[in-house]
């Protein structure tokens, strides 16, 4: 074979095969293989106050980083969050040229005097950040001092991708101390104990000073003055210069403490710290941080790293098994990789477009039986995912806003489902699946939103499961309630608007008793609901009713259920008031569900959200537009009702 | 009398109260993000009528504590004349009782309870706990540094006066009068500058703090000989100072101060211990907890346990954690710890309420619904 035809034929398959995943993967970087994914995806770690998997950590940070829980580098390798989260502990170089950093607003951007994107949305790199990070953290500093109320978007943005650059700032630091060799020169006790000229890694400086500092303390009279002071200056020298880079050593808990009365588990600037103070760390914490220290220089050799890892691996599930901490980190990993609630909202999609089909195909049978199934299938998901959560916690269903979002839509669902079971009138069951797929749209919203771990620790007041059990959950069958019967009110009205099967009176009957039946249904659960929560805030707060922001939103529900039904029985209003007046129902309990948490004031902070305003504001201004066109109907049944000028000519003649 | 009755029973009135209570719950829920919650309940929800602004616009409205009497009657109206017709809907009466009991739990709270807080450090004991809004001032003789008898102009007499107002107060067996010059509801003492003030110290006024219980009272005051009408002394009575204004009278030494109200419990309360809990490697509390000993006049002692969701209930008095402090609080300072003390003779009542609406409203919609389903299986069937 001559030489052009080498290159010509040759040379391309050896970039292809050899170069180009060299260039995607950055120099010294090959994919993560499944063993260490799983590896490190299941080790337990403590983060805010509770014992996850490392799975969930790297999703929850991936996640307020980069704004979604994958994220594509410039060669096209997908990562999923762990294999990103090793990039940036193990391969901070590459990582930092990963556009991770979701900005909203390209003025946040602007603001740090960096080259802003075309699109006002945008990630960018570490990289392309870092320029001007030191006049984003001054910014941030002088925004943090306004009120949160106060804030301009640009300031909050700041804010925010300030606190995504000091996490990410710790992630890539937190392996840093690895690199480091220590040594004591001189000859005191303490540099006797370090002979290697080229020093020793920070686990082996611990170790052998901390048994030095034992002995000594254990012998103080066997050395004089002069020695001991050399000997404590070599200490005050050699602990500086661990405690440089260890103390950035702190984004990861990931050491359970040896003692079983500890709770807090220990990351490596904890150990350092623990010897610094002059107290003895437990041989296993040393070991664990030996095993980790080694991880990084064997990053390229990945038989070797694989090995190394699942010795810590064992050391440290084997710990946390121990201290009855590892029991709910596989059925939390189960939770997230079967992705129940993910498949739960697509197929509440697929089932809401059956049920459109079905419309266009009203006398097809087979399409009548399908439906129903196909709506119980993403229902049963979300189920599953709802109870999984409750086992994770040791909780009831409710105890953070996103679970109400899961909790009302299946309540929502099931009894739009019992209802179809009921009268067959397939609306129930259309309701049912549009309430499951806006439900479980708001849930994907809300945690991408929020971008914080969704089973957090909960505060003291929260810390009562009997509470949770009944006020809590009470309260929100009754907003499901009130959310279905305002779902079901535009069903009618549209239908009368647009004459949808105006012969059929029967229709039009039995929509307006699932109306009613479900109002009645709310009230209780509301009032019940909203009555324990006063029992609750007189055990926790010493008063049974406060007019806090949250308690009146609830009251609000009750007030309005009454209003409708009386009216009802007083028959100041027919069907179509109803159905408007279960609208205004809808939007009052949204407003008690979300729009109270944006006033930021009462005791029920646990509950505070921002930024959801301008949502809310559309939804109202809608829901009133319904309203409106419930009153055009209205306005035609009157004059409908009205015998016109021909009619009474007619009569009278 | 019977159209009279028949107009405050009708489906009509309850819709047009229940529509207004709607209405101020919801002003008044959104008022919250701009004044304290003190204020939006004394102007919404303890009133009997008020004007609510939109804008330039002021709206006149009755107020909650009017709308509630008037749901009670429009309640025991209608039970009047729908308890002989409606005896096969046992439920809806049920619920109505229990609504009407309701709001007679409410009517007994707003009037006859009280409420406080009381602040304890380790170590130390009390049997008073202090309103978070209401003032009062305090004359005590003192003797050898501790306080003797002790009289107390109730904050009814004095908190109307404005700034400009001066008033004269008369207390049987005290040998002098005191006159307030002013009375500002915030406040803060200030240096003052030439004639201004007392004693180089001036009150000036503050706006309404948005949590009412940090709103600091003030007033100039004047001690008045009762003898010969002539001024023995004046200074100033601030509601957070530190120190009584002591002020001597015929060989008397008398300690005055504006305090906020101040009840006596019928046992003693010694905290022994606080304890907060956080989750670990958080600054979220898991557990507020309050280690005391509850001794009653006759000499019986128990320890409890105060915590958050528990509280201490005895003798018609309930104990609450309701805080501690002080925030910025070293890991060695030692903390204080709070609890809010309630006096409620309808503490209960709420509870009891609710069982009754609640069996009574399960009852009425289990009717309902079962009338439902016999419609619906008569429609499906035909």
Redesign the interface.
């Known amino acids: 074979m001559s030489i052009p035809i080498l290159i010509r034929r040759i040379l391309p398959l050896v970039i292809a095969v050899v170069l180009i995943p060299t260039l995607a993967f950055g120099a010294d970087r090959e994919p993560w293989s499944d063993e260490i994914v799983n590896l490190f995806s299941t080790l337990p770690v403590q983060d805010g106050g509770r014992i996850k998997p490392f799975d969930t950590f790297a999703q929850f940070a991936m996640l307020q980083l980069n704004g979604k829980r994958s994220f594509t580098t410039e060669g096209g390798e997908r990562l999923k969050p762990v294999p990103w989260m090793l990039d940036v502990l193990f391969y901070p170089r590459i990582s930092s040229t990963y556009q991770n950093f979701v900005v909203d607003n390209y003025d946040v951007v602007s603001a740090m005097g960096v080259k802003i994107h075309d699109k006002r949305r945008s990630r960018y790199s570490y990289k392309e950040l870092e320029p001007g990070i030191s006049t984003l953290m001054d910014l941030a500093r002088e925004y943090a001092a306004i009120d949160s109320k106060a804030r301009g978007l640009v300031q909050q943005g700041v804010l925010d991708l300030a606190n995504n650059i000091f996490l990410y700032d710790q992630l890539i630091n937190f392996l840093g101390f690895s690199n480091g060799r220590f040594t004591v020169s001189g000859d005191s006790a303490l540099a006797q104990a370090f002979p290697e000229e080229d020093g020793v890694t920070l686990s082996v400086a611990l170790e052998r000073a901390t048994a030095v500092l034992g002995e000594l303390k254990g012998n103080p009279s066997n050395m004089d003055t002069d020695a001991l002071n050399a000997v404590v200056a070599d200490f005050s020298k050699l602990f500086g210069e661990l405690e440089g880079p260890a103390m950035r050593a702190q984004a990861i808990a990931l050491f359970p403490p040896a003692q079983p009365d500890t709770e807090a588990w220990q990351t490596p600037a904890d150990v350092v710290s623990t010897a610094i103070s002059g107290v003895h760390n437990a041989p296993v914490s040393l070991s664990m941080l030996e095993k980790l220290e080694k991880l990084p220089a064997l990053r390229a050799d990945r038989p070797a790293f694989t090995t190394a890892l699942r010795t810590l691996h064992e050391e440290i599930v084997g710990l946390a098994t121990e201290r009855g901490e590892y029991s709910k980190i596989p059925l939390e990993l189960n939770y997230y990789k079967g992705k129940y609630i993910f498949y739960s909202q697509w197929l509440f999609v697929l089932s809401f477009v059956l049920v459109a089909v079905s419309w266009l195909v009203p006398r097809s049978k087979w399409i009548h039986y399908v439906t129903p199934l196909a709506v119980s299938v993403p229902t049963l998901l979300l189920i599953i995912g709802i109870t999984m959560r409750c086992f994770i916690r040791d909780r009831p269903p409710i105890s953070t806003l996103y679970e109400t979002i899961l909790f009302i839509t299946a309540t929502a669902v099931l009894v739009s489902l019992f209802i179809e079971y009921v009268n067959r009138q397939r609306v129930a069951v259309a309701m049912a699946s549009f309430m499951g797929m806006a439900g479980m749209f708001v849930a994907y919203r809300y945690e991408m939103k929020e971008a914080v771990d969704t089973m957090p620790s909960l505060g003291a007041v929260l810390d009562t499961n009997f509470w949770l059990a009944t006020h809590v959950t009470i309260i929100n069958i009754g907003y499901a309630a009130g959310m279905l019967s305002g779902g079901l009110a535009h069903v009618y009205i549209f239908s009368r608007l647009f004459k949808f099967k105006k012969e059929d009176k029967e229709y039009y009957r039995s929509l307006n008793r699932m109306i009613y039946g479900i109002l009645c249904f709310g009230l209780i659960f509301s009032t019940v609901g909203t009555i324990l929560g006063g029992i609750w805030a007189n055990d926790s707060w010493g008063r049974f009713w406060g007019w806090d922001p949250k308690e009146n939103g609830a009251l609000m529900i009750v007030l309005w259920s009454l209003v409708i039904l009386h009216a009802k029985m007083g028959r100041y209003i027919k069907d179509i008031g109803v159905s408007q007046g279960s609208i205004i129902l809808a939007g009052i309990t949204a407003f008690s569900w979300w729009g109270v948490n944006q006033l930021g004031v009462g005791l029920h902070s646990y509950g505070f959200t921002s930024g959801i305003m301008n949502a809310l504001v559309v939804y109202w201004t809608l829901e009133v537009l319904v309203i409106g066109l419930g009153g055009i109907v209205w306005l035609r049944d009157r004059n409908g009702a009205a015998p016109t000028k021909a009619q009474k000519e007619a009569a009278a003649s | 009398m019977k159209k009279i009755i028949t107009f405050f029973a ?3 009135f ?2 047009i109260i ?2 207004l ?2 209405i101020l ?2 002003f ?3 008022e ?2 701009n004044s304290s ?1 003190f204020d ?2 004394n102007k ?2 303890n009133s009997l009528f008020l004007v609510h602004h939109i804008g330039p616009i002021g709206i006149p409205l009755p107020g909650v504590y009017l709308l509630s009497t008037l749901l009670f009657i429009n309640l025991t109206c209608g039970a009047i004349i729908r308890v002989p017709k409606e005896w096969k809907k046992p439920g809806m009466l049920i619920a109505h009782g229990g609504i009407l009991y ?1 709001l007679l ?2 009517f007994v ?1 707003y009037h006859y309870s009280t ?1 406080g807080q009381m602040t304890l450090y380790p170590d130390q004991r009390s049997n008073q706990y202090a309103s978070y809004y209401e003032w009062e001032i305090a004359i005590s003789e003192l003797a050898d540094g501790l306080y003797g008898k002790t009289w107390v102009i109730p904050g009814e007499s004095f908190t109307d006066m404005r700034p400009e107002d001066t008033r004269e107060f008369h207390q049987s067996g005290l040998p002098f009068d005191l006159m307030l010059e002013g009375y500002i509801p915030n406040c803060m003492p200030q240096p003052a500058s030439g004639d201004e003030g007392v004693e180089g110290f001036k009150l000036t006024a503050r706006g309404p703090e948005m949590e009412a219980a940090q709103n600091a009272a003030g007033a100039y005051a004047m001690v008045i000989s009762k003898a010969d009408k002539k001024a023995i002394d004046s200074g100033i009575l601030w509601g957070f100072s530190q120190a009584p204004w002591v002020v001597a009278v015929q060989g008397t030494d008398y300690a005055i101060e504006l305090r906020h109200r101040t009840w006596e419990l019928p046992f003693t309360i010694t905290l022994n211990e606080f304890i907060r809990d ?5 600054s ?5 907890e309050s280690v005391v000993t509850m001794s009653t006049p006759g000499g019986a002692a128990r320890d409890v346990n105060i ?5 201490l209930r005895d003798s018609g008095y ?1 104990l ?1 954690q ?1 805080g501690w402090g002080p925030q910025n609080a070293g890991p060695d300072t030692k903390l204080f710890s709070t609890f ?3 006096n409620n003779p309808a ?1 209960q009542w ?2 009891y ?2 069982i009754v ?2 069996v009574g ?2 009852i ?2 289990l009717q ?2 079962f009338s ?2 016999r ?2 299986n008569r ?2 069937a035909s």
């Open positions: 009708s489906y009509g309850a819709v229940l529509t209570l709607t719950t919801l008044g829920t959104l919250q993000a919650l939006v309940q919404y929800f309701m739990a409410g709270t409420s956080l989750h670990a490697r958080t979220m509390a898991s557990n507020f915590r958050m969701n528990e509280p309930t609450f309701s809010a003390v309630v503490d709420p509870l309420s609710c609406i609640a409203l399960l009425h919609f309902k619904l439902y389903l419609a619906e429609r499906r």
